[in-house]
Nanobody, 120 residues
Framework: QVQVVESGGGLVQPGGSLRLSCAAS????????MGWYRQAPGKQRELVAT???????NYADSVKGRFTISRDNAKNTVYLQMNSLKPEDTAVYYC??????????????WGQGTQVTVSS
C-alpha cells in the first residue's frame, strides 16, 4: 500500500502565502519524482511543479517566481511554498509521486487533495 497525504491548504488573502506539505509512505521502493497538480472548478487538472531525486525543478509559467517546490528525501516529503497568491490560484492541490518523472506524468500515486482558496 502506498499513501500520499497532503496538508496545509486553507483560506488566504491575495498576496498572502501558504505552504503545502505532502508525506508519502508505503511499499514504493524509490520515490524519485514528486509533483504538485491543481484543479480549479470547471478546469482541467494542471501540472504546477515537479522535482526529481537530484533536486531539479520545473514550474508552470503561471506560478514561476511565486511558488517553490522542495523535498526532504529522508522524510519522503515534498513541499510547495506558495507566495504572492492570486485568486486564480484557487484550486484543489494534489500531490503525486512516482519512481521516475516519466511515470509521474503518466500515472503515479495521487494524494487526496487539499483545498486552497485565495479570496479577499
Amino acid at each position: 500500500q502506498v499513501q500520499v497525504v497532503e496538508s496545509g491548504g486553507g483560506l488566504v488573502q491575495p498576496g498572502g502565502s501558504l505552504r503545502l506539505s505532502c508525506a508519502a509512505s508505503g511499499s514504493i521502493f524509490s520515490i524519485n519524482a514528486m509533483g504538485w497538480y491543481r484543479q480549479a472548478p470547471g478546469k482541467q487538472r494542471e501540472l504546477v511543479a515537479t522535482i526529481d531525486s537530484g533536486g531539479s525543478t520545473n514550474y508552470a509559467d503561471s506560478v514561476k517566481g511565486r511558488f517553490t517546490i522542495s523535498r526532504d528525501n529522508a522524510k519522503n516529503t515534498v513541499y510547495l511554498q506558495m507566495n504572492s497568491l492570486k485568486p486564480e490560484d484557487t484550486a484543489v492541490y494534489y500531490c503525486k509521486i512516482a519512481t521516475s518523472l516519466v511515470k509521474l506524468l503518466r500515472n503515479g500515486y495521487w494524494g487526496q487533495g487539499t483545498q486552497v482558496t485565495v479570496s479577499s
